[in-house]
């Protein structure tokens, strides 16, 4: 089979298309062929070998994929060849013809949702869903600042959120992106790039802030984020890419709370809870995962460049 390998850590042209062997099915294992692989920004970290966990070279990225059961191994219960999944985590990788995954990390993949679809659900759809519920303990009646709203995680924030039942307020970086979170499901779209975007925020909700901050930035966005949380206000750190400086002052005098996030930490159990809530989404119509690019296989250079440059627009995924 055809796979994107990395040899050795380092740029975007580190992703090399080759051949190799197909990987073979053991027990508790599905193998999946793959239709469309989804690019997260965590492929890149891992890739350039900056991120705290660093595979065994050489190695396949990827992670969230949308395909087709090829094949089970033994004591597979759930799946048989021909049914329809997603992936949120694989053994060898997804950016591949076919990726071998334990069986708790497959779910089947109801059938008007596209493979592509199914490629942005795994990472941006569990980190919405964690940031939200699980670290943010949210509920309806709230409102949220989706910080970042225009990429994977965001347009999954918004959707969670709306469903939920809360006011959403979602941000992007350039007008398609805004159009694009307005479409989702936000009440209120504002421009981080804006001076006064605060000061927006704050009109919004007649001076009282936010009860949720879903922040994609926080080296940039965390000292005013602080400013613009209602009293008991939460932000969820979801991306950093630096240090910040912060006044604590804000955040005593609201009683706020910063919550660090990271889906790697997710037990089990909170996977069976975050995949059941995207897969009645799914069923519900509430989670409609948006792609923004389509990209072949052997383009994972580009799509690793691509995925870390302004001007989100939804997800981006590789088709083998
Ligand atoms: P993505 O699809 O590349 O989207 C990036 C988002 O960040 C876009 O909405 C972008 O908006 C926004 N952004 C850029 N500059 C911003 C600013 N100054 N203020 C607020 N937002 C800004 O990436 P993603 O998959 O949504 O992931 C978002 C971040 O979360 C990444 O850093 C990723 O590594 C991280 N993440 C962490 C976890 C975890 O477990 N902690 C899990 C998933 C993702 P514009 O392009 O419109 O400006």
Not at 205 to 226: C, F, K, P, S, W
């Amino acid at each position: 089979m055809r796979a994107i390998r990395v040899s050795e850590f380092g740029g975007p042209e580190v992703l090399k298309i080759q051949d190799v062997a197909d990987p073979k099915a053991d027990s508790g294992q599905v193998l999946v062929r793959i239709k469309a692989a989804g690019v997260n920004p965590v492929d890149t970290y891992i890739r350039a070998g900056a991120y705290a966990r660093k595979p065994n070279l050489p190695f396949t990225p990827g992670t969230d994929a949308g395909g087709i059961v090829e094949a089970v191994g033994p004591n597979v219960k759930r799946f048989k060849a021909g049914d329809r999944v997603y992936t949120n985590g694989s053994i060898t990788g997804v950016c591949a013809e076919l990726a071998l995954c334990e069986e708790s990390r497959v779910h089947h993949l109801p059938g008007k949702i596209s493979f592509a679809q199914g490629a942005a659900l795994g990472v941006p759809y569990g980190t919405a869903y964690r940031a939200l519920f699980q670290r943010g303990r949210t509920k309806a009646g709230e409102t949220v600042l989706v910080h970042g709203a225009t990429g994977g995680v965001g347009v999954a924030c918004v959707q969670f959120a709306r469903a939920a039942g809360l006011t959403v307020i979602g941000t992007g970086g350039t007008e398609k992106g805004r159009a694009l979170v307005a479409e989702q499901g936000a009440h209120h779209v504002l421009d981080h790039r804006a001076s006064d975007y605060d000061k927006q925020l704050l009109n919004i909700t007649e001076g009282r802030g936010v009860d949720l901050i879903t922040e994609m930035l926080a080296n940039v966005n965390l000292a005013r984020d602080l400013t613009m949380l209602a009293p008991g206000g939460r932000v969820v750190v979801i991306g950093n890419r630096g240090n910040v400086e912060i006044n604590p002052r804000e955040a005593m005098t609201r009683e706020a709370a910063i919550f660090g996030l990271t889906l790697f930490a997710a037990t089990e159990a909170d996977l069976r809870e975050i995949h059941a809530a995207i897969i009645a989404g799914l069923e519900n119509g509430t989670v409609r995962p948006f792609v923004g690019h389509e990209l072949p296989l052997a383009d994972a250079p580009r799509a690793h460049q691509f995925v870390m440059e302004p001007g989100a627009y939804g997800k981006i995924v590789l088709v083998p």
